[in-house]
Antibody, heavy 116, light 107 residues
Framework: VQLQESGPGLVKPSQTLSLTCSVS??????????WSWIRHVPGKGLQWIGF???????SYNPSLESRLTMSTDTSRNEMSLTLRSLTAADTAVYYC?????????WGQGILVTVSS | DIHMTQSPSSLSASVGDRVTISCRAS??????LNWYQQTPGKAPKLLIF???NLQSGVPSRFSGSGSGTDFTLTINSLQPEDFATYFC?????????FGQGTKLEVK
């Protein structure tokens, strides 16, 4: 399985971030697989954002839940992340990964900068 | 949330050395502890899961131990490709949390 993130590299404060994770080498809704988003905030370490399971049911980190939506598009074999009301604190490298609590493999990551 | 603390935050060593990295959980996580390796510009790679299980394809010089709150990653006979940042992560309870990382550098 290989994963690849895509989306904007620069977003303005208060706006909404939309990222896509394209999955190849496997089906996003096969087996009992889970798919996660994780971010690496500069100087603050890795943070699990949430996962979506093979039925499309999400589970979010409570610290982000009020601003977060995750979904899958099985026809495109993709999952997506939407994060609203962005601030500079959301500047990070965003990764998608296979797994709900144990993550392997990971995508290469995409740097998202929140700045005006 | 379960807080994960790694030590040291950075470590200098030479090729051929044996190094250990510690990870402590703020509460018991049984054996639900995983280790990842990240080299600059690359995605994190799973090394060890469930405290001591070596992920397929990972060299046997890597080993993990511990349970409850205290865990250790050991690398025997360091190789040049092992100089990287290592993260621990608990998969015991959501939200799943990571240590802050240990950067292993060339002495």
């Amino acid at each position: 399985v290989q994963l690849q993130e895509s989306g904007p590299g620069l977003v303005k404060p208060s706006q909404t971030l939309s990222l896509t994770c394209s999955v190849s080498g496997g089906s996003i809704n096969s087996g009992e697989d889970y798919w996660s988003w994780i971010r690496h905030v500069p100087g603050k370490g890795l943070q699990w954002i949430g996962f979506i399971d093979y039925t499309g049911r999400p589970s979010y980190n409570p610290s982000l839940e009020s601003r977060l939506t995750m979904s899958t598009d099985t026809s495109r074999n993709e999952m997506s992340l939407t994060l609203r009301s962005l601030t500079a604190a959301d500047t990070a490298v965003y990764y998608c990964a296979k797994g709900g609590s144990l993550f392997d493999p990971w995508g290469q990551g995409i740097l998202v900068t929140v700045s005006s | 949330d379960i807080h994960m603390t790694q030590s040291p935050s950075s470590l200098s060593a030479s090729v051929g050395d044996r190094v250990t990295i510690s990870c402590r959980a703020s509460q018991s996580i049984d054996h639900y502890l995983n280790w990842y390796q990240q080299t600059p510009g690359k995605a994190p790679k799973l090394l060890i899961f469930g405290g001591f299980n070596l992920q397929s394809g990972v060299p046997s010089r890597f080993s993990g131990s511990g349970s409850g709150t205290d865990f250790t990653l050991t690398i025997n006979s360091l190789q040049p490709e092992d100089f990287a940042t290592y993260f621990c992560q608990q998969s015991s309870s959501s939200p799943y949390t990571f240590g802050q990382g240990t950067k292993l550098e060339v002495k």
